[in-house]
């Protein structure tokens, strides 16, 4: 004999009792040897179904700029600044600073219109730093950013307002052992 199961049908849509928000996710430390861990949990989000955005501001060499973004996968985009050479001091020409404005523009505009589900903003805290990209302007557009986003920010030294508004800081420290 087999039994029949009764599923009772829901005349409602199903609600939570909470939304989801997104995270902000800080990774600091005094050396730069982080971004492995992060790009790491990047593809395995991107890799299971959501849409990742990593920005390198520091990094340039390939001609690469928001208008060439690299797709690794279906999922991921990754943009660096515009640039012929890494930045490693805040004095940087006209077309070098012009470039690195245009990617903080063009990242603020990606934020705000929710596009992404996690965002990556690699070296920040040293763009803030070398006073290329303003701290206040950051925060501002972490505080507007659409509430499904998760943000990383990484780099050393990571402004005090930044970690303020960060939900998870993990701070990496390089341990020495016999």
Not at 24 to 52: C, D, E, P, W, Y
Not at 56 to 65: A, D, E, H, S, T
Not at 117 to 138: H, K, M, R, T, Y
Request: charged share 20%; aromatic share 6%.
């Amino acid at each position: 004999m087999v039994a029949q199961l009764e599923t009772s049908v829901l005349d409602k849509p199903c609600r939570f009792p909470y939304t989801v928000e997104g995270l902000i996710q800080v990774f600091t430390g005094s050396h730069r040897s982080f971004f492995t861990n992060v790009m790491a949990q990047a593809l395995q989000i991107a890799g299971q179904g959501t849409k990742v955005l990593v920005v390198q501001f520091l990094k340039g060499g390939i001609g690469q700029g928001q208008e060439h973004p690299v797709k690794l996968g279906q999922n991921l985009e990754w943009i660096r600044c515009d640039l012929p050479r890494c930045i490693d001091t805040p004095e940087l020409d006209e077309i070098e600073a012009l470039s690195l404005r245009q990617l903080w523009d063009y990242t603020q505009k990606i934020l705000l219109a929710g596009e992404y589900s996690l965002v990556v903003l690699d070296e920040l805290s040293l763009a803030i730093n070398f006073g290329l990209i303003p701290e206040q302007e950051v925060c501002d557009c972490l505080q507007k950013r659409p509430g499904h986003v998760d943000v990383i920010l990484t780099g050393p030294e990571m402004p005090q307002s930044l970690l303020d508004l960060a939900d998870q800081i993990t701070e990496i420290r390089r341990s020495h052992r016999p």
